[in-house]
C-alpha cells in the first residue's frame, strides 16, 4: 500500500509570507493530486499532476512533480487569509480509491 | 451543474441506532465513492460503487456497515448500531469515469 508523508503537519504564518508543503510517497505515483479542505467542507480538487518534472500554476500556487514522481511540492506566493485551510495529497491507490496523506494544516493570519 | 450533494449534512445518534448517510453525485457521474475522516486525520477510503455493484469495498469494516448506489436514486451508506467510534466526517466523491474525484460537503456524525 502506498504511503504519503505530508510536511510540516502544521504552519502558521503571517499575511504575505511566502511557504511550500510537500508530499512525499514510498513508492512512484501514477497521478497526483493535491485537494484543500476548509473547516466543515469538503476537499476542493486543486489540481492533478501526471508527468515527471510537471510544473502547474494556479494564481499564486505552484505544483510541482517530481522528476521521480516520488514526490511533490506546493508553493503558495504572498499567502493570504483565504489561504487558510487543510492541504491533502492523493495519489490512486488501486481499484479508482485515493490514498490521502493526513495533509498540511494551513493557517495564515491577517 | 450541481456538485455532489450529501444530506444531512449532520446526524446525531444514540448508540445502538441506525445511521443513513446519502449521496447525490453530480450530474453525468457513475462512479461513487465514501471517504471517512477522523478528527485530525486524513480522509480514508472505505467503499467504491457503481450503479447497482459494489467494485471495491476493502475500507469498509465488515460487519454493520454496508453500502448500496442503486439504478435510481442517491447513494446509501448505512451504519448499524452505531457506536462512539462511529463518529466522524464521512464524505461522499463522484467522478464521470477514470477521472479526478469530486467531493460533496460531508455528513457529521455524532453518537452520544
Known amino acids: 500500500t502506498q504511503l504519503l508523508e505530508q510536511s510540516p503537519q502544521f504552519l502558521s504564518i503571517q499575511e504575505g509570507e511566502n511557504l511550500t508543503v510537500y508530499c512525499n510517497s514510498s513508492?512512484?505515483?501514477?497521478?497526483l493530486q493535491w485537494y484543500r479542505q476548509e473547516p466543515g467542507e469538503g476537499p476542493v480538487l486543486l489540481v492533478t499532476v501526471v508527468t515527471g518534472g510537471e510544473v502547474k500554476k494556479l494564481k499564486r500556487l505552484t505544483f510541482q512533480f517530481g522528476d521521480a514522481r516520488k514526490d511533490s511540492s506546493l508553493h503558495i506566493t504572498a499567502a493570504q487569509p483565504g489561504d487558510t485551510g487543510l492541504y491533502l495529497c492523493?495519489?490512486?491507490?488501486?481499484?479508482?480509491?485515493?490514498?490521502f496523506g493526513k495533509g498540511t494544516k494551513l493557517t495564515v493570519n491577517p | 451543474n450541481a456538485g455532489v450533494m450529501q444530506n444531512p449534512r449532520h446526524l446525531v445518534r444514540r448508540r445502538g441506532q441506525e445511521a443513513r448517510l446519502r449521496c447525490s453525485p453530480m450530474k453525468g457521474h457513475s462512479h461513487v465513492y465514501w471517504y471517512r475522516q477522523l478528527p485530525e486525520e486524513g480522509l480514508k477510503f472505505m467503499v467504491y460503487?457503481?450503479?447497482?455493484?459494489?467494485?471495491?469495498e476493502s475500507g469498509m469494516p465488515k460487519e454493520r456497515f454496508s453500502a448500496e448506489f442503486p439504478k435510481e436514486g442517491p447513494s446509501i451508506l448505512r451504519i448499524q448500531q452505531v457506536v462512539r467510534g462511529d463518529s466522524a466526517a464521512y464524505f461522499c466523491?463522484?467522478?464521470?469515469?477514470?477521472?479526478?474525484?469530486?467531493f460533496g460537503p460531508g455528513t457529521r456524525l455524532t453518537v452520544t
Open positions: 466523491a463522484s467522478s464521470p469515469t477514470y477521472h479526478e474525484q469530486y
Open positions: 513508492s512512484v505515483f501514477s497521478s
Open positions: 492523493t495519489s490512486r491507490g488501486g481499484s479508482e480509491k485515493l490514498v
Open positions: 460503487l457503481q450503479k447497482e455493484n459494489i467494485i471495491d
